[in-house]
């Protein structure tokens, strides 16, 4: 990449900088690579801010040394404001505290388990898509009705919720909105929705579901979930259950449910892939022929499945950078780039930018799932990011794979249903938004399902 500025010294460019940080940190943290390079220290005399930014796999992977080393903290991280709204969770807490907590909830992520919430998140997927097929009479929005599979999905697996009641929780949806709103109100000072909104859901939805898997562990008729699973354990207060209940929901609903529903935005805007889709979808119809043998195959669906991981390389879905602060000068040597990162400065690492780097991944903004062919994650920990970094014991989201398996699973059971685009909609997605859809909320309409022979898939005819 050439000689690459690492330190930032003329004073109006980095106070316009550090301005375009307060306003937009995804758009300053993407600006300031494309300007600096992979590492930089934007450092301004008249403003008394440092702020670091570190992206692409080598730098990412000495941010995490740093950080298990106690030289990047969480702490003071974010504003107190933002803080207190998000309160004790696992991904604002530092050192031994975060390392057992994790170390305790990981096991309710274990291969073993995530088997077990396999045929939950089938049974609410496909019961689902058959009540869209009612409903299709006239058209509806895919994004709307994604996401209210993606929340029952999660009530079901977080909670152990009955089917038949979870449509007495889906105003819930907008608690969690409001509520993920609030954090960014919260910038300067704590925005009072935020504390009750997550009191509301504690409160109403998490402590009674605590409750109730009390009793099925008491009884010895527990359910594939993870609260069953912690509950059981016994590993858990019912405080951390409380915490970590809201923040495995708020912190993976929005993304998830987005997530899922540009996939059928990928298959919409993207002949190309929509046709290796449709014969991949032949392909597997042959090789399993029943219902069945395809859902025992769910994470081995070859295209399918790469498509699935460039979904979520491509299309942003929730945090774009991991925020920390310096607690000692520090020093990152890149091939790069070099940066003497002092005591108290602001510590970005870039996530977004790693994942859209165009010197990590050929044509970088370019969906292609053939990228992902023979790809193996363990072998780039630091450059496939859509859930943070590195191995899933220290920083990378808890809930990856699992992820991945209701990603896997909305996309199998489209494999049974054909469907219309509504005519002269907006499939542009959303501007400003790390949770963007498109603006015309992929309105549908003859929501069907067929015979997985049919030719014709995922339309009734080519758009």
Not at 433 to 454: D, I, N, R, T
Request: charged residues 20%; glycine residues 6%.
């Amino acid at each position: 990449m050439g000689n690459i500025l690492s330190f930032v010294s003329n004073q109006v460019t980095v106070f316009f900088d550090l301005l375009a940080f307060a306003k937009n940190p995804r758009q300053g943290l993407l600006t300031c690579r494309a300007k600096y390079g992979d590492v930089f220290l934007i450092d301004c005399a008249l403003v008394g801010t440092k702020i670091a930014g570190l992206c692409g796999p080598e730098a990412l992977e000495q941010f995490e040394a740093k950080v298990l080393d106690g030289s990047l903290v969480k702490k003071d991280a974010f504003p107190a404001s933002v803080a207190t709204v998000l309160g004790p969770i696992l991904s604002v807490l530092d050192g031994e505290v975060h390392d057992d907590r994790k170390r305790r909830l990981m096991e309710a992520f274990t291969a073993t388990q995530l088997e077990l919430y396999k045929p939950v998140i089938r049974r609410i997927v496909q019961t689902e898509h058959l009540r869209w097929v009612k409903s299709s009479s006239s058209s509806f929005s895919l994004v709307a009705s994604t996401k209210t599979l993606l929340f029952k999905v999660m009530l079901a697996v977080l909670y152990g919720i009955n089917d038949d009641a979870m449509d007495a929780y889906l105003d819930f949806v907008v608690v969690i909105d409001d509520y993920v709103a609030s954090i960014q109100r919260s910038a300067k000072q704590v925005d009072p929705r935020g504390i009750e909104t997550r009191a509301k859901f504690i409160d109403e939805l998490i402590g009674p579901a605590i409750d109730a898997a009390k009793v099925r562990v008491a009884t010895h008729e527990t359910k594939p979930s993870l609260l069953d699973f912690l509950v059981q354990a016994g590993k858990f207060t019912d405080d951390e259950l409380r915490q970590e209940g809201f923040h495995m929901m708020f912190a993976s609903f929005g993304g998830l449910s987005t997530l899922a529903a540009n996939m059928i935005t990928a298959l919409t805007v993207y002949p190309d892939v929509r046709k290796k889709a449709a014969t991949a979808r032949t392909t597997l119809v042959a090789q399993f022929p029943t219902e069945d043998s395809r859902w025992a195959h769910v994470t081995a669906l070859g295209y399918l499945n790469q498509f699935v991981l460039e979904v979520k390389r491509f299309y942003i879905a929730g945090p774009t950078q991991v925020f920390t602060r310096a607690t000692r000068d520090v020093d990152i040597n890149t091939v790069h780039g070099s940066i003497k990162i002092p005591k108290g400065a602001l510590v970005l690492a870039g996530l977004e930018a790693t994942s859209k780097h165009p010197g990590v991944w050929a044509d970088a903004d370019t969906f292609n799932p053939d990228r992902f062919e023979d790809f193996e994650l363990d072998q780039n920990l630091y450059k496939f990011c859509p859930h943070s970094m590195g191995p899933t014991q220290h920083r990378r989201c808890a809930g990856g794979e699992l992820s991945t398996v209701i990603l896997n699973s909305v996309l199998l059971s489209y494999l049974d249903f054909t469907w219309e685009m509504v005519p002269d909609q907006d499939f542009t997605l959303q501007l400003n938004s790390v949770v963007a859809v498109p603006v015309g909320q992929l309105m549908v309409s003859a929501f069907e399902k067929v015979p997985v022979e049919q030719a014709n898939w995922p339309f009734k005819r080519e758009m």
